[in-house]
């Protein structure tokens, strides 16, 4: 078999720059919270592939669900011949949605493909055109996910002119405010209807209840709830980004859960299907059926196989209570975070929710992001066997599989923690 080396030069022949990567690192064969690449070297897993394998690498019951799906057909597409696992899936997601209405549900490919049709329903439901994103949120790299993301470098840059109708709002005063969170909510609120769109044009917020690549901030709860009674004073309809937060990974099945506030639309992918390509948007019966016939669709959205894994998801989350295990991962998580902050003067802010925790890495002569930091604890870690990756350049973030066992779990940490005091 070829080396991690060998295959980064074909790589960089045949791939263009674009696609980033965390570890310069050839997969083998992943199990659980464990990854093994071409040469043999083992990692436990503090990526899960970015969110995607909450349920861990090759869960037995998926990899199954998805061999029996696949003895019958692979594909005929929902349009031409629909199928049952597809209608399984939506009922039990239309049951599990906190919106505390009937649902409906629609499934896609991808996150940003989630967030597009989300966005369209609503326009169609409310007969506007106004979208609310916020600053350093993440939607995907289509147009309208580069447009509704609130980061330039890299996501954006030199890729315009993007889509037109979409207003931003500050990310401190929803997830970092500095002083009373609910009275700045309100402030920037009033200042997006006094100098940017009135709310009678706004169709939709989309918000992610946690910041994703912005920086795994958790929104403010008072914040959040002045957000959720703005919308509904002024029939805005509410979409949570649940692409990375949902099944289990905050510590309930969604993270809109912890808040106790109700979205009227949510948007799911990466975990829904255990690794598989999926995306779902789930909402309110009655905005959900706005669009016309084939206003909504895709050739391979809902995926035969996908539907398969996802269902055998859902089973493996109640039944090995991988919500509550997230819980208990983000305890351990953040005792080893706060011991970091407290004894290094590189380290800031950690912070968290469930299991999607973070810390930031410093200079501490001037308290600025510190990128390079950051990317050293990486290769650090990487070099000692944890696979962990950044976000927003200087925050190291955790995205385990939820399925990790406490001995791997707490041998990361002393990696990671070992990893951080070396960049001192």
Same mark, same amino acid.
């Given at each position: 078999m070829a080396t991690n080396n060998e295959l980064l030069k074909r790589r960089a022949a045949a791939v263009p720059q674009g696609p980033f990567n965390v570890a310069p690192i050839f997969a083998a064969r992943a199990e659980g919270a464990k990854l093994w690449d071409v040469e043999g070297n083992e990692y436990i897993d503090f990526c899960g592939g970015i969110g995607c394998v909450n349920t861990g690498h090759n869960h037995p019951k998926v990899v199954q669900a998805v061999r029996d799906q696949s003895d019958s057909f692979i594909h005929t597409c929902w349009h031409v011949a629909m199928y049952e696992p597809y209608v399984r899936l939506a009922e039990r997601l239309n049951e599990l949605t906190p919106t505390g209405s009937p649902n409906k549900t629609a499934l896609f490919n991808s %996150? =940003?493909?989630?967030?597009?049709?989300?966005?369209?329903?609503? @326009?169609? $439901?409310?007969? @506007?055109? %106004?979208?609310? =994103?916020?600053? @350093? %949120? $993440?939607?995907?790299?289509t147009l309208l996910g580069l447009t509704l993301t609130g980061k330039v470098n890299p996501y954006a840059a030199g890729f315009g002119p993007f889509a037109p109708e979409v207003y931003r709002l500050p990310y401190q005063p929803f997830f970092d405010p500095v002083g009373d969170a609910a009275s700045e909510a309100r402030a920037a609120l009033s200042h997006l209807f006094q100098y940017h769109i009135e709310p009678e044009n706004i169709a939709c917020v989309i918000m992610e209840p946690v910041l994703g690549e912005g920086g795994f901030f958790p929104a403010d709860p008072e914040a959040l709830k002045v957000l959720r009674a703005a919308c509904t004073e002024h029939g805005i309809v509410f979409i949570a980004d649940e692409v990375q937060t949902g099944f289990g990974r905050c510590g309930s099945m969604f993270a809109m859960e912890r808040y106790g506030l109700r979205p009227d639309m949510v948007c799911y992918a990466k975990s829904l299907a255990g690794g598989m390509p999926l995306s779902a948007v789930t909402g309110r019966a009655e905005i959900m059926d706005a669009p016309q016939i084939g206003g909504l669709g895709g050739t391979f959205g809902g995926n035969p196989l996908a539907c398969a894994a996802a269902n055998a998801v859902l089973d493996i989350m109640a039944e090995e209570q991988l919500p509550q295990r997230a819980r208990n991962i983000g305890e351990r998580l953040m005792q080893s975070f706060k011991a970091l902050e407290a004894n290094h003067r590189h380290v800031v802010k950690a912070r968290g929710l469930g299991a999607m925790c973070a810390f930031e890495l410093v200079d501490p002569s001037t308290g600025q992001p510190d990128k390079a930091r950051a990317g050293k604890v990486v290769e650090h870690s990487r070099e000692n066997g944890l696979l962990v990756m950044a976000a927003s350049g200087n925050v190291i973030r955790s995205l385990m599989p939820l399925v990790i066992g406490d001995e791997d779990l707490d041998k990361g940490i002393r990696i990671l923690e070992q990893s951080v005091s070396s960049v001192g």
């Open positions: %996150g =940003a493909e989630a967030g597009e049709n989300a966005i369209k329903t609503a @326009r169609k $439901f409310t007969k @506007r055109q %106004g979208v609310v =994103a916020f600053e @350093r %949120g $993440f939607h995907g790299r």
